[in-house]
Antibody
Framework: QVTLKESGPVLVKPTETLTLTCTVS??????????VSWIRQPPGKALEWLAH???????SYSTSLKSRLTISKDTSKSQVVLTMTNMDPVDTATYYC????????????WGQGTLVTVSS | QSVLTQPPSASGTPGQRVTISCSGS????????VYWYQQLPGTAPKLLIY???QRPSGVPDRFSGSKSGTSASLAISGLRSEDEADYYC??????????FGGGTKLTVL
């Protein structure tokens, strides 16, 4: 079955760079028109889309965060990596990865999410 | 301030029909598909409606979506206690990329 699992640090300091990994199973990152998005949710707040990458290496980023984000994939490892630079306490959130297919924002499978706290 | 505007809360009694609105602009809802996600407390969101009004397999037909111009709506008929959750609309924005609404907390009274 399809699963996604986020991994990365639970605590980062302000100004540090966050690196999150999404490991997928049950499908291949090389499948046609298949992608993975990163979405975050600050405690008690709304969802926020961050970035996505597709099998053809097409990438898009949230306009407001584009300067801080980099998304990449390693198809052989079934992993999608998101880096976010210059972390700030307002970046404290649960970070989700989700499978995206059929059309943009069609998230049919989600990871459980990982809570990242930004604090000194 | 979210790009897509939703009411922060909605409520209804069991069996009732409730609707949740999602207002956007010509660069998002007006020109792209709308999606709806349901998030139960402490869990990841779940796809409820895609491409404006399509239901994934397994989603009850009590849930329906519609779109008109730059607005969209999610309707839930035959309200049940297990529908109590947060609901989010989402759409692609031609400038901003992926955008979500601020979310609507649905309470079943």
């Amino acid at each position: 079955q399809v699963t996604l699992k986020e991994s990365g640090p639970v605590l980062v300091k302000p100004t540090e760079t966050l690196t999150l990994t999404c490991t997928v199973s049950g499908f291949s990152l090389s499948n046609a028109r298949m992608g993975v998005s990163w979405i975050r949710q600050p405690p008690g707040k709304a969802l926020e889309w961050l970035a996505h990458i597709f099998s053809n290496d097409e990438k898009s980023y949230s306009t407001s965060l584009k300067s801080r984000l980099t998304i990449s994939k390693d198809t052989s490892k079934s992993q999608v990596v998101l880096t976010m630079t210059n972390m700030d306490p307002v970046d404290t959130a649960t970070y989700y990865c989700a499978r995206e297919g059929s059309s943009w924002l069609y998230f049919d499978y989600w990871g459980q999410g990982t809570l990242v706290t930004v604090s000194s | 301030q979210s790009v897509l505007t939703q009411p922060p809360s909605a409520s209804g009694t069991p069996g009732q029909r409730v609707t949740i609105s999602c207002s956007g602009s010509s660069s998002n809802i007006g020109s792209n598909y709308v999606y709806w996600y349901q998030q139960l407390p402490g869990t990841a969101p779940k796809l409820l409606i895609y491409r404006n009004n399509q239901r994934p397999s397994g989603v009850p037909d009590r849930f329906s979506g519609s779109k008109s111009g730059t607005s969209a709506s999610l309707a839930i008929s035959g309200l049940r206690s297990e529908d109590e959750a947060d609901y989010y609309c989402a759409a692609w924005d031609d400038s901003l990329r992926g955008v979500f609404g601020g979310g609507t907390k649905l309470t079943v009274l």
